[in-house]
Structure formats: structure tokens, C-alpha cells
């Protein structure tokens, strides 16, 4: 099935959602079947987006895509109230389907938007206006439908989590760590919506919307930014043990809900304290799961753009074939033992006399392996049948093949008592870089 | 609508489902507008049953559940491959909706089930199988359905995470971590199943299958448990930076896929390094998002009940009305300042002269506010400006009225520079709890 979008708004955002679409729609029509298409795009620099999109209409007028036939999903991506309320009310009276990513304007002033849309026939997705590349809304819609969610605790705002970061772990003052923040793209020019924390207070009121299944009025959440966090209380919080992070938090207690953003101390092994420079985070705890925490790339072009993505999917999804992906007739094809490269870990009980070092990484440069580390300490092993001492290394990135061969060698040595331990490293995010 | 189902299996996570619908059923149908109604209970030990269930219709043959032509959704929850496959296979022949936790049969044996549900118009749903209360599942077919998914990586075994984050905390061989763990009731009377590491086999096997919409044998993965894992390599792995950890691997190179279960060093500042206990995670690394991350309880009759409700509900989703929460006319009601209650860090610049903390404190005490920490230094502050020295009180709970009070009057002093710093303390993963 075809899914023609109309992409109002060409920034950030918008061009993340043409670049994922040009890079992915084979993959999307193959896991769902369906066949996603922009037919326009809507943009005031015309000639600029002409420049990108090749073949794509491009106009600049978003009633011609709202009152376009063909078109069944609108994307609202300019932001801000006017005209992005007119063009998502209109498309939902036309009869569109709508995506946006408009926080604020869903959280200051999305009663008409929500009602509309609940009294239509079309239905409205904004997964995309909360923790970019994490599906949070999502899960709070359909993987937490059975559950009372009772708290909402989030790292929501990238901005200012990237800024305290700095701050812990580099000693700067704010405004040196804002600097930077500016400097590498992760603020804007004009950062108050961002450190005063109303970015975050829309995000957690909507999540609290969802959450406890009611209105919540956005003046009434109270918002507090980072700007009067000062270096000594970072330093204070350290040694108390704890991280200071920009939180929006929302209770439900009884029947009231609690719903602000202030700086926090967090304990450092709150799952929540690990949440480091511009990556998101967001908590709940339900009645039947305990806590479950959704963690990613709260902002940034493609990240986000897979959550409209998203959206446009979910909302064509009657049609969505749900094991296309496991009825598949594709097989798949295996990694070979030559190809999978890990650093290792190997711990070996030996003799303690000279030369057994100098035997062991012989060996290892034999079949190519280089010794990243080597651990070996005057001390006996815990066991006391034994004379010999325990021998820890780590190399460097190895190919699994030759090092099962090279410990198949030293294991064979006399000096050697038992076998070798060996514990795969997993140090990177994405180790499969390496082979790309 | 009313949705009804057969529940096949009153274990563990069948009493869940049970308890789940029981308590939170009318929340459902606020959110969903769906009324789900457990209409028949199948288990052997009927009797027993019977005494929990009250007036539900309780049988032993499964036949009958699933030739009941007033029943839409089967959920199974027996486990192992037989009866389990029959009833499945036999439940979507009939148009029945299959909801089920068996990672086992789906894993080994899933090829015949995924055609029959692909090639019927009934749907199959098993986000209870990976991952209890955390939607990964769910997060991986539509949070992410617009991206390429190169990595998959989990802690998937909550056994097995238990007992290394014992022998890590303290100092536990395998077996006292083993015996700990059975008798908290976090690993089976025969453990080898986990401790193996077939079960995170099977669930890193149907991840991969969803990731790369590709078929897995389950044979191919290489599979590799803790039982090796010597209290001598977690002590050195901590001396380098590392946390050993039980992880399903999966990763897409090329055309190629490498799928495995091993002990894992990661590194201490990973962000699943921190995950401990029984909890699970699960991080998806794809091209457009970079890395997301799922956390939560990854078994439990409660947490897996929540997924089983997911399942059925979204299975049903065509009637849900989305935006319903958003359309509720109920307002919210805003918990007011007095019932607000937290732990305070405050810090102020006073002057390094007797009698002032004595001053301090009587006022919080006036308010009822209690202290449990001060630091106060014998060093100046970094404002070359200033001859105070700064002073820093962390609070027991406290109500944020009062404490506004307190400030307010402390502010005041004449010994006081500037204004107090405050900042909550946010240390309970879920501080509600003091209000119920």
C-alpha cells in the first residue's frame, strides 16, 4: 500500500525524515508492506529544497497540501503556534492523518488540537515530540496499556543534560559549559527555552497526559531551569554521592498529580545518574512492571525522523502485515569464525619463574594477536594446593579464529596449570563498525 | 468492545494475567475503550484454580478453549513445545488471536507457527517472550520500523545477572551466588537452562529474526554460560575498568549475521554496565538513531502479565480510540505545595565566626525540618571577592512549604551571603510511596 506524505517544514527535522525515507523505504516496505512516498514538500526557502529533493514537488503554500486529495498523512514540522495549529487542525477536518513533532504547542495548547482529532477519523501521532529516537510514547500507549503508571521521571532535555555533563566532568562554570554546548550544535543562539527548562516541562506534561489519562494545564507545572547551578554544588553533590540532572518529574499520588522540572540530586547508582552528555532518559514505574526506563538520543535529525517514521506507520498500520519479518523466505547467512574479531581477556595459573611471559606472548604474536595489558602481581592465587600465580591479558582486537588457536597452544605449555579462562571484551557500541 | 479470552496455563505468569485484568481492567477500558474479560481458565490443577478465580468458567482440556467460538484471543502460557505448538497452530487455524510467552518453541521451533499465523487472518503475539514489562519487542517492530538495525545486544537473563552482580558485589563464588539466587526465588531448583545461557538464546535468536527480518536457526548460535565465570576474573575485571556480564550479541555485517551468547567484559561507564540484579536491558544500535535503549524487569508473573495485556490490547487496536487520554474530559487535580515532600541540599555562604549553624539549625527545627548531613571546611571559598566560607546541609524529608519558609527566614540573617542554594533530592525510585 502507498502512503503519500505532505512535509510541511524542510529544517532540521524535515530533511532527517526525506534522508530516512530515500535511505529506507525499500526496508520499511519490506518489514511492513507499505510503500512510503513524499509527494510534497512544503517549504518557504523553495529553491533551497528544490536544490535537495530532485524530483519532489516542492511548494510553499501548506493549503495546497492540506487540501491535496492524494495525500494521507500530513507532517507538520515548522513548530511554534501559528500556522502549525491551522495546518494540523485543517488537515484532521480534511480528512489527513497528522504527524508532528510540536511540543509546545501540544503541551500549551493542544485541547482543540486533541479534540479534534478524537472526534475525527483521522488520527494524530507526536511520538516525535518527545525523546527523539526512543519510543517512549509508544511504550507508555501500548507497552504499558495494563499497568497504572504512577511516576514519570525523565532526562528530557538534551541541552542542559549536556551541559551539566561538562560541568561534572571537565570543573566548568555554566556558562563555559553553555559555551561549548553552542559551540558543538547541541544548544541554540538563544538558549532560554532550553535551560529555563520549558523545553522539558512541555515534554513531561505530556507524558503526564498520557500516563494518568487526563488534561494537565501546562502553566500549573512548576519549572525550574539550571541557570543558578553553580560549580561547588556539583562538587558538594559529588562527594555526598550524588549527580545533579535537569528532571521533569511527575507523580500521580491518590488522586492529584505532582508534575514539575527542577535540577535534582540524583545517587550516582540511580539508573538514571548514567544518563550522560546530550543522550535522554525516561522512567516509569507501574503498578505491575516496577521501573522501566526507555534511553537515547532525545533530539537531532534522524533520530527524530525515525519517530515520525514511526508515527506514520503506526497510523497506516491496519494494513501492517505484523510477521511479514518471520514468515520472510530469507535466510540468513552466518558470520565465519575468521571474521569475528573481539579483544580477549585470558587469565592463566602458571609457574612463577622467568621466561614463562616471554613463551605465552610469543605464542600470541605468532597468530598475530597483540597484548593490549598484562597483569601480573607478586602475590599466590586464592587457592592453596597451588604454587603457581594467576597471569591476566588483555589484548588487542584479535580474530576469534587464532586466538582459539593460540589458546589451544599455551594450554599445551607444562608451566600451565589447567586451562585458560578467556572472557570476550564488548567495549564498543558498535563494534561492527569495524568490518564496514 | 469486549475482548474475550482464553487463558491456557495458571502459573506464574497466567495468575499474573489473572491479577493484571482483575485490578486494572476498568483502566483499560478508560484508555482503550476495550473490556477485556478472562472467559475461560484451562490448567490441570483445576481445582485449584477454581478456588482463585471465583465465578470464571475453569476447564482442563484445551480443545474446548479453543473451539469456543465466543473466544477471540488464546493467550498460552504452559510453555515448552508440546502441547504448547498445538494449541497455537490449532488456535490461529480456528481465527483465534494468540498471545504467548513461549520463547522456547518460538525460538526452536517457531518456523510452522510464524507461516501459519503469517498465511491466516489471525494475529500472533509474543512481546512477552524477551524482556517481561520492558516493550522491546514492540519498540523493535514500530518504534524503529523506519530504521536500519545493525546491533542488537541484552542482558536477557535476570538469573544469571543476578548471580554475577552477587559475586561482584560481594565477593560470592558461583555457587553461594547460585544457592543466593534460588533461595530468593530468582533461579530455578535445576538452573541449567539459565545459567547456560540457552534462554538468553532463545530470546536474542526471535530479537535478531525482528531486527533483520530474517529467519535464525537457532542451532546456529554459539552458546555460552556463566558457570566458567571464576570470582578471580570478576576481581580483575574490575581492576581494569570492567563488569563481566551474561549478553546475547547479535549483530548484522554486511549480509552477514553474527549471533552469540558469552560472558562479556563492558566496560564500566557502558551504559548497560550498570544494570544489575534481576534486571534486564536491551540496546538496539541502528543507522538512524545511534544507540536505544530498553531497561526493566525482565521476568516476574507481573512484569511479563503487563507484555501478555500489551499484546492483547494492541491485537485489538483497531478499535482503540488513540487519543482518548487526551480527549478525557477529566481535569487534573495538582497535589498542593504542603503535601510535597523531599530531602533539601542547601548551601549558603555565611561567615567563619561561632553560633551561626546553631542559628541555622534552629530554624529549620522550627519548621520541623531535620538534617542529616553538614559540611561545613576549613577552606575559603573560590570567590576571591568574598571572606565567607561556604556551608552545606543536606535535609531528611521535609516539606517543601516549610522549607520555603525556613529559607525565606534564613535568607534573611545578616550573617548570609546572597541567597540560599536549594536543590531536591530525588533518591527513591519511587518517593510516591510515602504518600500511600
Known sequence: ????????????????????????????????????????????????????????????????????????????????????????????????????????????????????????????????????????????????????????????????NYILTKMEDEGLTFEMALKDAQDKGFAEADPTFDIEGFDAGHKIALLSMLAYNRKVDFKSISIDGITKINQLDIEYAKEMGYVIKLLGISKLIGDEVDIRVHPAMLPMDHPLASVRNEFNAVMYITDMTGPVILYGKGAGNHPTASAVVSDIVQIARDTVKDDKALTASIDSKYLSSEKRLFRFYMRLSTEDRPGILSKISGVLAKYDISIASVIQKEIHTKNPDSKNVPLVIMTHVACEDKMLRSIDEINNFNFVEGKVTFIKVEDSLSLGDEYE
Open 1 to 160: 500500500m502507498i502512503v503519500n506524505i505532505g512535509l510541511i517544514g524542510f529544517g532540521t527535522v524535515g530533511s532527517g525524515v526525506y534522508d530516512l525515507i530515500m535511505q529506507n523505504a525499500c526496508l520499511i516496505k519490506e518489514r511492513t508492506g507499505l510503500d512510503l512516498r513524499i509527494k510534497t514538500v512544503c517549504d518557504i526557502r523553495t529553491e533551497d529544497v528544490k536544490k535537495k529533493v530532485g524530483s519532489i514537488n516542492v511548494i510553499n503554500d501548506w493549503r495546497d497540501v492540506i487540501t491535496d486529495k492524494e495525500i494521507d498523512t500530513v507532517v507538520e514540522l515548522i513548530g511554534g503556534i501559528s500556522p502549525a495549529k491551522s495546518i494540523i487542525l485543517e488537515s484532521l477536518k480534511n480528512g489527513k492523518n497528522v504527524v508532528t513533532a510540536n511540543k509546545k504547542l501540544l503541551a500549551e495548547d493542544g485541547d482543540e488540537i486533541f479534540n479534534t482529532a478524537g472526534m475525527s477519523n483521522s488520527k494524530l501521532g507526536f511520538e516525535a515530540s518527545v525523546g527523539g529516537g526512543m519510543p517512549c510514547i509508544l511504550s507508555l500507549k501500548y507497552g504499558l496499556v495494563g499497568t497504572r503508571i504512577n511516576t514519570v521521571i525523565g532526562i528530557l532535555n538534551g541541552t542542559t
